[in-house]
C-alpha cells in the first residue's frame, strides 16, 4: 500500500481518531482498553453490547446494544466510529467476529484491531502449534475482505491471568505453593499486564492517524497498517517468577514444591489430554510450547518492540505479581475455567 498523507485527504479530515467502538469492553482486556482510552480526554467510548447483557461497563463509555443475528443493527451501532476494538469472551459464537467486521465494513469504520492480543502474529509455526492460527488468520482475513485496515497486538499471555490460573498455565499453583518448571525454568518469554495492553491501545489511537505530508516523521497509527504490534511488560522466565513471589508472599524456595518437565514432554502430554476432552491440556499444551528454549517466546528480541514509541512505562514486576496472588487466592481460575469448559 502506498503511504498515504493527510494533506492529501478530503476535506474535513482531522488525522486523528476520536470515535472508537469496543466490542467486549466489560471483559478482561476491553476493561482496560476502555478506560485507557476515556483516561486520555481524546476519545469517545462505545461499548457494543448484547441487547439485555449484564456485562459490568466502564464508567463515561457509551452503549450500543445490538442483536447479532441482525446486521442492520450492528451497522447502525458502528456508523460513525472511526476504529473498532473486538475482545470477545471464548463463550462468544465462533461467527460473532466476521460478523461484527463485515458490519463494519458496511458502516464506514476504516480500522480494526481484531480479536488478537496473543502470540507472535508472524510465527506461523508457533500460532499453529498453540492452536490459535485459524482464529487469528481468519480475524484478519475478514478485515481485508471487507476492505478495512486492521492492527493485531502481539501482547503474548496475559501476566496477571497467565500466573494466576494454576499449574497449566505459567506452572504455579500459588494457594497450594507448587510449581513445574519447564525444562529448567529460565527461558524468557514475553508476558504483558492488561493494563499495558490497555495503554498500548490508548497511546496507539492518540497517534495522528497519517503523516501530515513527506516531510513528517513522526510516528503514526498508519506506520503499523496491516501489521503486528509488538509491545510487552516484561521479558521473565519461571524462575523470575517464583522470585517475584518469594519477594511478595515473604516466602523462598523451600516454602514451595518444584518439580520440573521438558518442554516438548509437556506439550505433548498436554495435547494428547486436549484431544482426550480435558481442557486443562490446551493450556498446558499452549504455555509449554511458548517456553520452547528456542526462542519463539520472545518476540522482542526478533522485532523489538513499540513500547518506546507509545511511551509505554515501565512497570512493577512485584506489583504485577500481588494482583495475581490476590486473584488466585479468590478463586479467580476456578471461576474462569468453568467459562472456559462451557465453551468447549
Not at 483516561?39 to 453490547?49: F, L, S
Not at 506452572?171 to 514475553?190: A, L, M, Q, S
Not at 495503554?199 to 505530508?213: T, W
Amino acid at each position: 500500500m502506498s503511504i498515504k498523507y493527510a494533506k492529501d485527504q478530503p476535506a474535513g479530515f482531522t488525522n486523528r481518531i476520536e470515535r472508537v467502538a469496543i466490542v467486549g469492553a466489560g471483559g478482561q482486556v476491553g476493561k482496560h482498553i476502555a478506560e485507557e482510552l476515556l483516561k486520555t480526554g481524546k476519545h469517545t467510548v462505545t461499548a457494543i453490547t448484547r441487547i439485555n447483557s449484564a456485562s459490568e461497563l466502564p464508567k463515561g463509555v457509551k452503549v450500543a446494544q445490538v442483536d447479532y443475528d441482525d446486521e442492520d443493527t450492528i451497522v447502525d451501532a458502528l456508523k460513525g466510529q472511526q476504529f473498532l476494538f473486538i475482545s470477545l469472551a471464548v463463550t462468544a459464537p465462533k461467527d460473532a467476529q466476521a460478523k461484527l467486521i463485515d458490519a463494519a465494513g458496511k458502516a464506514g469504520v476504516p480500522w480494526v484491531m481484531p480479536n488478537s492480543y496473543g502470540a507472535d502474529y508472524a510465527n506461523k509455526a508457533l500460532q499453529a502449534d498453540i492452536m490459535t492460527q485459524a482464529g487469528t488468520e481468519a480475524g484478519v482475513a475478514a478485515a481485508e475482505k471487507a476492505g478495512l485496515s486492521w492492527i493485531y497486538m502481539s501482547c503474548s499471555f496475559w501476566y496477571e491471568y497467565s500466573l494466576s490460573m494454576g499449574n497449566a498455565w505459567y506452572g504455579f499453583d500459588i494457594p497450594e505453593r507448587k510449581v513445574t518448571f519447564y525444562d529448567d525454568g529460565k527461558t524468557r518469554i514475553n508476558t504483558s499486564t492488561w493494563r499495558q495492553c490497555g495503554r498500548a491501545a490508548a497511546q496507539l489511537l492518540s497517534l495522528k492517524e497519517l503523516p501530515e505530508d513527506e516531510n513528517d516523521q513522526s510516528v503514526t497509527i498508519s506506520h503499523w497498517r496491516n501489521k503486528a504490534l509488538y509491545i510487552s511488560s516484561f521479558l521473565i522466565s519461571q524462575r523470575d517468577m517464583l522470585d517475584s513471589l518469594n519477594r511478595v508472599l515473604g516466602t523462598t524456595d523451600a516454602d514451595w514444591q518444584i518439580e520440573y518437565e521438558p518442554s516438548d514432554v509437556r506439550y505433548k502430554r498436554g495435547l494428547e489430554l486436549f484431544k482426550g476432552g480435558n481442557m486443562l491440556g490446551f493450556g498446558m499444551a499452549m504455555y509449554s510450547r511458548a517456553f520452547y528454549p528456542n526462542g519463539d517466546g520472545n518476540y522482542e528480541a526478533k522485532y523489538g518492540l513499540a513500547n518506546k514509541a507509545l511511551g509505554l512505562p515501565e512497570e512493577d514486576l512485584d506489583e504485577a505479581t500481588k494482583l495475581a496472588v490476590e486473584m488466585a487466592e479468590a478463586g479467580f481460575a476456578a471461576k474462569r475455567f468453568q467459562e472456559i469448559a462451557k465453551r468447549h
